[in-house]
């Protein structure tokens, strides 16, 4: 994967950039030392790396605002970064760019039951925001499987989704308002603590944006009040068809259970060794969960069970009580992990019409015999976004292009279904030339007019999201 080749003037002024860093921010604030940069070399997408310039983690907005403009005046690329857990290269900086953390802003400002929204900075968790008001019968519904060390900062740049989201939507449909500070330093208020806002939906706009309209620094995001109940039933199948065939059915059927999650065989035997969550020896194993009141759980229950035996399934368990459930589901959302421990992936992320998951699974497993390369799959099934797992020896030389070519002939048939190249982890680098088979001259050019409104140096986030022969006459 080609990244542009660092400002060798950029580079050159390295000490009048750090010297005006550091008249900004506390010495510890300001990292530079190229032992400590290495943590910052990569995100998730750990086969792509490249230590940045510097490091900074600013603890207020009004610290970021005095960053970014400083930053804006030497024109220095600012690479804005979460956790660092995105999948899709979006945190990986250039090695002349300027990595500006939220990690230090991770406080809760104000939480307000009666109005329901809790309002933090960025660089809180997502677990920990319903960590914050579940005591008091609340949670926030965005539930990414990276949930413990992903900061909301990230989830609002990628729009992140969940196992939950079928019901609930993703980020998108649960954030209320944003601080951000743009790259020249100017600090904008969009949305605020009530629903939609008069004018262009610019909140709209922003989630999703993937650091390239400017840095968001606080959030106000809506809580729910807890369901009464909830249950997870285990569907096993002898075939993945089989269980892309059944998912499509239960959804047809107008049924909406709160999730419904597919892995395959690889997967589960990864995740099974992992946690013992008890998962059956089975080739495809969809999770459902249902929530409600004993009643309405026994009734939805009732009629997915009738979907799922049409399908003959060779397993069909309810979960008995809150401890199963629990262990049901530390084992799916241990699957990626679970299955980095056995072998080099890269994880892809396309979204599909659910009908058409039966004959993409299909292709997949195909597509896997044509390379050579195995292939796990686990996926939030409902929606339709697909997280095949391309399973490759990053020692063997040519393995990991060979990867990127099988991912992307997946992700250009899931544009060919219907469907586009990403759900939830977005673009970043490593969709970025597929953006092509997505959208066409015109498309990108309304996009990247966006950018340049709010960025027209293009200094935030640079060679992510756009082709880089789309976007090479504004970055240069
Ligand atoms: C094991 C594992 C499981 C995962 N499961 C899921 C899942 O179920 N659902 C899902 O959606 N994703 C999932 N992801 C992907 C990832 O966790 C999400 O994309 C997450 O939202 C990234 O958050 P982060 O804080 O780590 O962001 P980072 O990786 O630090 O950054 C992600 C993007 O956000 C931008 N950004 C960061 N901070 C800011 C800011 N303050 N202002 C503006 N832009 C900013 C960055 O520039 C970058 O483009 C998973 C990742 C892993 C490793």
Redesign the pocket.
Known sequence: MQMPTASADILSRKAEIMARLRQILPENAVIDDPFETKAYEC??LSAYRCPPLAVVLPSSTEETAALLKACHEMKVPV??????????G??LPTADSII???AKMADVLETNYADRYIRVQ??R??LSITGAVETDGFFYA??????L???????????????HCLKYG??TNNLLGVT?VTMQGEVLEIGGAHLDAAGYDLLGLICG?????????EATLRILAKPEGARPVLVGFDSNEVAGACVSDIIRAGVLPVAIEFMDRPVIRAAENFTHAGYPDVEALLIIEVEGSEAEIKEQLDTITKIARKHNPVELRESQSPEESATIWKGRKAA??AM?QINDYM?L?GTIPVSQLPEVLRRITALSKQYGLGVGNVF?AGDGNM?PLILYDANKPGDLEKCENMGADILKLCVEVGGCLT????V?MEKRELMHSQFNAEDLEVQMAVKDVFDPDWLL?PA?VFPLNASEARRS
């Open positions: 995100d998730a690479v804005p970064r979460g956790a660092g857990t995105s999948l899709a979006g945190a500006l953390g939220v960025s660089g968790t997502n965005p539930d990414p499987s990276s949930q060390a992903c900061a909301i900062a990230g989830n609002i740049a990628m729009n992140s989704g969940g196992a993703v980020t951000m944006s993937e650091g390239q309209l400017g840095v968001v620094t990626f992990g980095g994880c992320d939030h997280h759900g939830e982890h977005g970043g986030n992510k």
